[in-house]
């Protein structure tokens, strides 16, 4: 039994963090804070590791201030399909996801990282505003 959540850095899924963090810390789970890289470029790989590396850390750290057993996962490809590969993989009961900030016309171009978690998932999916 372990939670998952979906980390990007941004506001909403620092929400998310503080939320899955107090779930963890309360269910006694373990806790898989996870982040995907986008960039196929190989410059930009590099950049984006290097922030994501950054942002995980901290949240890592909150997380283990609170004594709770974390770990980070960073792996390259789309955040929707690999968060739910990774919560299979982890044998999670729960995914925990951030709103997003994009606008209607964003989610539909370019579509929604936690709408396609909901729809796909087969644990529980927390959605934190």
Do not use: W
């Amino acid at each position: 039994m372990s939670v998952i959540l979906a980390y990007d850095g941004r506001p909403g899924t620092r929400r998310a963090l503080d939320f899955a963090i107090d779930y963890s810390k309360m269910s006694k789970m373990p806790l898989y804070i996870y982040s995907s890289i986008v960039s196929r470029d190989i410059v930009e790989h590099e950049i984006e590791f290097d922030k994501i590396k950054s942002y995980m850390k901290e949240a890592e750290d909150a997380a283990r201030a609170e004594g709770i057993d974390v770990h980070s996962v960073i792996e390259p490809g789309p955040a929707a399909e690999n968060v739910l590969a990774a919560a299979s993989r982890f044998k999670c009961d729960m995914i925990v996801v951030g709103r997003s900030d994009k606008t209607f016309i964003d989610r539909v171009v370019l579509g929604s990282v936690s709408q396609y978690v909901v729809n796909h998932a087969k644990c529980n999916v927390v959605v934190v505003h």
